[in-house]
């Protein structure tokens, strides 16, 4: 039976983590490379680094810590952020990450998607939705950070992505990000019944009855979140044994 | 020893370089390399394989004399081989993503699209999911059954003889995940991906 992932995912500025685990044992708290392998060796099921490094000269710094991780964690690294050409996606997955999330650059133009997939197949290619609720179940997609409204209706772009090749979308709501307060599952639970490929939850996890609303009420095939392992309040192998005691299958 | 990667611009391996590394440290030397006389020269050879069957069996069979010397070496010479995800796929007769496309003929048996039942099933089968060994196997020494490894595709092989496949894994159907046959070998799943029992699956094959 396939396990639903549990995905920590790494905010990366300039080379260094923001919001990192404060845990003692850390030698480096800012180092990705380190905090990458922390989570590795936990149990992560995949892990996921989003850069968040505004100028494009620093670009380079990413490639060179997924270099540097991909060397030391042999699960799956997926890396987000600033992927907007071939060129970003040929360095990400020549630098060793396994998938890359596109999200602006789909947005702006979903052919991209396409030629990405067609390109280096759909197994590699992530779509990264930032929706936020407008009306009664009606989402839109957003992007910068949920700064740029789009005009675009999340179930239809997330529809569309799927028609042009994304092997998988990982979904985050803009109303619930940075709120502790749980997924939206309504927004999930729409986009998983209107799509055929796996859905990754994002932004709002606060406990970890939260991640078992992500996977049983909302679809998702995996649930993704930042600060409730940064901050160490969870384990990785906490949050699967709650998920396995609830009966929700996880990789133990 | 010489382990040889085959470099046929099959899309991603760095993966699979960086976790055979890993692995051979200082007892296996690791060539990553598409010429054919250093694959002919080597004892084991590694058969990545990215993105879809009919992209992959193109860019093999556009490297001249690419395929007889795989076949050469892992069929008439009997020498170990260990095909990944496509690299194993292209073990059939034929495939069938994106067009019909013929494949390296060396395990009788097709290539499809997972029945999904509808819909009930989301494409691709991404994740962890476990293997049911049905046989022993020289690459999952000291691996339990129902270990868990890393799977990513939307296509299955279907071997006609079912005395090669040595595991399988349930998703919206038993799917062959692991095939043997003399020194033959190929995984559905990605080894270099499935942490530290991966790694395991690995270094059975480099010990072989």
């Given at each position: 039976?396939?396990?639903n992932?549990?995905?920590?995912?790494?905010?990366?500025?300039?080379g260094?983590?923001?919001?990192?685990?404060?845990?003692?044992?850390?030698?480096?708290?800012?180092?990705?490379?380190?905090?990458?392998?922390?989570?590795?060796?936990?149990?992560?099921?995949?892990?996921?680094?989003?850069?968040?490094?505004?100028s494009?000269?620093?670009?380079?710094?990413i490639?060179?810590?997924?270099?540097?991780t991909?060397?030391e964690?042999?699960?799956p690294?997926t890396?987000?952020?600033?992927?907007?050409?071939?060129?970003?996606?040929t360095?990400l997955?020549?630098?060793?990450?396994?998938?890359v999330?596109?999200?602006?650059?789909?947005v702006?133009n979903?052919?991209?998607?396409?030629?990405?997939?067609?390109?280096?197949?759909?197994q590699?290619?992530?779509?990264?939705?930032?929706a936020k609720?407008v009306?009664?179940n009606?989402?839109?997609?957003?992007?910068h950070?949920?700064?740029?409204k789009?005009?675009?209706?999340?179930?239809?772009?997330?529809?569309?992505?799927?028609?042009?090749?994304?092997?998988?979308?990982?979904?985050t709501?803009?109303?619930?990000?940075g709120?502790k307060?749980?997924y939206d599952?309504?927004?999930?639970?729409?986009?998983t019944?209107?799509?055929?490929?796996?859905?990754?939850?994002?932004?709002?996890?606060?406990?970890?009855?939260?991640l078992?609303?992500?996977?049983?009420k909302?679809?998702?095939?995996a649930?993704?979140?930042?600060?409730i392992f940064?901050?160490?309040?969870?384990?990785?192998?906490?949050?699967?044994?709650?998920?396995?005691?609830?009966?929700?299958?996880?990789r133990? | 020893?010489?382990?040889?990667?085959?470099?046929?611009?099959?899309g991603?391996?760095?993966s699979?370089?960086n976790?055979?590394?890993?692995?051979?440290?200082?007892?296996v030397?690791l060539?990553v390399?598409?010429d054919?006389?250093?694959?002919?020269?080597?004892?084991?050879?590694?058969l990545?394989?990215?993105?879809?069957?009919?992209?992959?069996?193109?860019?093999?069979?556009?490297i001249?004399?690419?395929?007889?010397?795989?076949?050469?070496?892992?069929?008439?010479?009997?020498?170990?081989?260990?095909?990944?995800?496509?690299?194993?796929?292209?073990?059939?007769?034929?495939?069938y993503?994106?067009?019909?496309?013929?494949g390296?003929?060396?395990?009788?048996?097709?290539?499809s699209?997972?029945?999904?039942?509808?819909?009930?099933?989301?494409?691709p089968?991404?994740?962890?999911?476990?293997?049911?060994?049905?046989?022993?196997?020289?690459?999952?020494?000291?691996?339990?059954?129902k270990?868990?490894?890393?799977?990513?595709?939307?296509?299955e092989?279907?071997?006609e003889?079912?005395?090669?496949?040595?595991?399988?894994?349930?998703?919206?159907?038993?799917i062959?995940?692991?095939?043997?046959r003399?020194?033959?070998?190929?995984?559905?799943f990605?080894?270099?991906?499935?942490?530290?029992?991966?790694?395991k699956?690995?270094d059975?094959?480099?010990k072989?």
């Amino acid at each position: 039976m396939l396990k639903n992932r549990i995905i920590p995912c790494l905010d990366v500025k300039n080379g260094r983590v923001v919001k990192g685990i404060n845990f003692v044992e850390l030698k480096d708290a800012g180092d990705p490379v380190e905090q990458a392998k922390i989570y590795s060796d936990g149990g992560a099921d995949e892990i996921c680094f989003l850069d968040i490094t505004a100028s494009n000269e620093n670009r380079e710094t990413i490639v060179d810590i997924v270099r540097k991780t991909a060397k030391e964690c042999f699960v799956p690294l997926t890396v987000g952020g600033g992927v907007r050409t071939i060129q970003n996606i040929t360095d990400l997955l020549l630098a060793g990450a396994d998938k890359v999330s596109i999200n602006t650059a789909a947005v702006k133009n979903v052919d991209f998607v396409k030629e990405a997939s067609k390109k280096f197949g759909s197994q590699c290619i992530v779509v990264a939705i930032d929706a936020k609720q407008v009306s009664e179940n009606k989402w839109e997609v957003f992007t910068h950070g949920g700064r740029n409204k789009t005009g675009i209706d999340a179930v239809d772009f997330a529809k569309k992505v799927e028609e042009n090749g994304a092997g998988e979308i990982l979904l985050t709501s803009m109303d619930k990000d940075g709120t502790k307060s749980g997924y939206d599952v309504d927004l999930l639970r729409t986009i998983t019944n209107s799509t055929n490929i796996p859905v990754i939850a994002s932004g709002g996890v606060g406990t970890l009855d939260h991640l078992y609303d992500g996977i049983v009420k909302g679809g998702a095939s995996a649930v993704l979140a930042a600060s409730i392992f940064h901050y160490g309040e969870y384990k990785i192998k906490d949050a699967k044994e709650y998920l396995n005691s609830k009966n929700v299958s996880v990789r133990l | 020893m010489n382990v040889t990667i085959v470099d046929y611009q099959s899309g991603n391996i760095s993966s699979v370089i960086n976790s055979f590394t890993e692995v051979a440290k200082g007892k296996v030397y690791l060539e990553v390399t598409s010429d054919i006389k250093k694959i002919k020269s080597s004892d084991k050879i590694v058969l990545p394989g990215q993105g879809s069957f009919k992209s992959c069996v193109d860019s093999l069979n556009s490297i001249s004399g690419l395929a007889d010397t795989l076949k050469e070496f892992a069929i008439t010479n009997k020498k170990p081989l260990l095909g990944i995800c496509v690299g194993l796929q292209m073990f059939a007769d034929i495939g069938y993503e994106e067009a019909e496309t013929k494949g390296l003929g060396w395990i009788s048996g097709k290539v499809s699209k997972i029945d999904n039942q509808k819909g009930k099933f989301k494409l691709p089968h991404i994740g962890w999911n476990e293997i049911e060994i049905k046989k022993e196997s020289k690459i999952f020494k000291q691996i339990k059954n129902k270990s868990h490894m890393y799977f990513v595709h939307s296509y299955e092989f279907i071997p006609e003889d079912k005395s090669v496949i040595s595991a399988t894994t349930n998703y919206s159907s038993n799917i062959v995940c692991s095939v043997e046959r003399d020194n033959l070998f190929g995984t559905q799943f990605h080894p270099e991906k499935s942490d530290k029992i991966g790694l395991k699956v690995i270094d059975n094959f480099l010990k072989l």
